[in-house]
């Protein structure tokens, strides 16, 4: 990071709770280091319909994407952080290792809306961490947040 600029922050948002929480820990760190905050949901289309570009109207899927950022958004104060959000098409794991070139951190939870719950880290937050340009905080479930 030049010191010129501000600290640049990313976290990935699903509106599961894991990623919420993520969230939380993301405003934080923006707050401490006098940064700034971008917030990312992917959406991509359901794999039952890959390749039928032009035939289905996606936009549902989009706008629904976006209420689950806004929903997300209005559960952490936020206000003194600033922030952009984005919705984004594309897997949750290429958007966020796509978006690590122009960050410093990349948060994230463990656990998302995927299956396999007995994983230790979920299948994005394991790609992000392995594949991100820059450092990566995985913020497991039960974590509080850092007392400052």
Do not use: N
Not at 37 to 59: C, E, H, K, N
Not at 65 to 75: D, E, F, G, I, Y
Not at 129 to 147: I, K, N, Q, T
């Amino acid at each position: 990071m030049r010191e010129a600029e501000a600290f640049r922050v990313v976290v990935g948002v699903d509106g599961s709770r894991p990623s919420i929480h993520a969230l939380a820990w993301a405003v934080r760190e923006a707050r401490l280091r006098r940064g700034t905050l971008r917030v990312l949901t992917a959406w991509d289309y359901p794999a039952v319909i890959a390749g039928m570009d032009g035939v289905l109207d996606v936009s549902h899927i989009e706008d629904a994407t976006r209420r689950t950022q806004s929903v997300a958004l209005s559960k952490v104060a936020h206000d003194d952080v600033p922030v952009s959000a984005e919705v984004l098409r594309g897997s949750p794991g290429s958007v966020l290792v796509e978006a690590s070139v122009h960050a410093d951190l990349i948060v994230i939870g463990s656990r998302g809306l995927g299956g396999f719950g007995g994983l230790l880290l979920g299948s994005v937050s394991a790609q992000v961490a392995r594949h991100a340009a820059c450092s990566v905080l995985v913020v497991r479930p039960g974590e509080d947040l850092p007392d400052r």
